[in-house]
């Protein structure tokens, strides 16, 4: 098969969620003998054609200078080149800019999937108007999609009973990390099991302030360890200037070196999990993989992946309780049952065969469907006979 995965800023993966999953499964894809391409931002730092085997298709991308609103015309000149390649598929991960070029620039050369993420419009640092925006984008990725997957089974619910229309359920993958090594998290100068942690991007809905406030407010004398870029928004700084000042809240900023956040989640004592929008967040599966004692935000989302094995609180005060008397040593079986997921139904290389199953299939379903249909010359001969 040949597929275009779209709608990253890149890989190899220096950004997030989406770039870590394109990143993994286009290696993994190429590795069963596919032909993989990622749609990459002219910006990115690997400029090389081709990455473990991926090729890579760099376009203009002038974020820097106009901001957000470069992320349309990124995905429009990404989807425009796409539509004169002979894909066999275009997976579209996410649907917030690109969703409104579909009914103009693709054709039915390739299978268009879309991958639906979470619910955008629900996140809080939008507008009211950018909100309505994101609905009327999620309205017409469902549209103008051949085919839809979920990655939790919360948001394949949420998109039948919406829109009546079926998604196919993915998840995505991870790892169990077998490795640990004392000396990495030396680095950072803290002490194994004597922090707290959380990895996040600094934006309102992923519970940042509340995990802060219930932290600084314990009397515990842990460190709490912030991963993520929290110079990169306004919500971020905010954050920093309120609570920087605790000697024990300490700011990292976006770390991207895997084996130092894989030994950091190890020797964590508590990973705070307060994502609250969306589906299956990757940062979750990796740590469970990395043995840590998860603490998440009560939701469908997270509760249908960590379920009895974690702890969940909603408020202020449910949280600070959590911080105040839990501790790692003590909630083995949690973290056993969450590796046991991991190695059974998250592993990485269970979900890459899922996809490659599951492209296959519709692969075949569109070439079954073309052979039933007449050829265009028959077709035009009806149609003039019919005038």
């Not at 051949?146 to 039948?160: E, K, T």
């Not at 592993?347 to 890459?352: A, G, K, L």
Request: a positive charge; one cysteine or more; glycine letters at 6%.
């Amino acid at each position: 098969m040949k597929i275009a995965i779209l709608g990253t800023r890149g890989i190899p993966n220096h950004y997030g969620g989406f770039e870590q999953f394109a990143d993994i499964l286009s290696q993994g894809l190429v590795k069963k003998g596919h032909e993989i391409t990622v749609y990459c931002s002219a910006n990115h730092s690997y400029q090389k054609p081709v990455y473990n085997g991926v090729k890579l298709i760099h376009k203009f991308d002038p974020e820097s200078q106009i901001g957000t609103i470069a992320q349309f015309l990124y995905d429009l000149l990404c989807m425009f080149h796409a539509n004169k390649q002979n894909y066999d598929i275009i997976y579209m991960l996410g649907y917030t800019s690109s969703s409104i070029w579909k009914k103009f620039i693709f054709n039915k050369k390739a299978i268009i999937v879309s991958n639906m993420d979470g619910m955008e419009w629900k996140r809080s640092k939008y507008s009211t108007s950018v909100q309505r925006f994101l609905k009327q984008a999620e309205r017409l990725a469902v549209k103008y999609s051949d085919y839809l997957v979920a990655d939790s089974i919360g948001i394949q619910q949420y998109l039948q009973k919406k829109y009546e229309k079926e998604s196919t359920y993915l998840p995505y993958g991870s790892y169990v990390f077998e490795k640990p090594n004392e000396k990495k998290i030396g680095f950072f100068k803290t002490t194994a099991f004597q922090y707290d942690m959380l990895i996040a991007r600094f934006e309102p809905e992923n519970n940042i302030e509340m995990i802060l406030k219930a932290f600084a407010a314990s009397t515990i004398q842990r460190e709490l360890l912030l991963v993520g870029n929290y110079n990169g928004t306004e919500f971020g700084k905010k954050m920093f200037e309120q609570y920087s000042l605790d000697n024990r809240i300490r700011f990292m900023g976006a770390i991207y070196d895997q084996a130092a956040l894989d030994n950091l989640r190890y020797y964590s004592n508590l990973y705070f999990h307060g994502h609250s929008v969306g589906g299956t967040n990757p940062s979750l599966l990796e740590a469970m993989g990395s043995s840590a004692l998860i603490c998440y935000h009560d939701n469908e989302f997270n509760k249908a992946i960590v379920g009895n094995d974690g702890f969940p609180f909603s408020d202020y005060k449910s949280l600070k309780k959590i911080i105040s008397t839990i501790s790692k040593s003590e909630n083995q079986k949690f973290i056993s049952n969450n590796l046991n997921k991991i190695s059974t139904i998250y592993n990485w290389q269970i979900i890459i065969d899922q996809y490659e199953t599951y492209f296959l299939s519709i692969c075949k379903k569109n070439t079954e469907i073309e052979q039933l249909m007449p050829p265009v010359s028959k077709l035009n001969s009806v149609l003039v006979d019919n005038e």
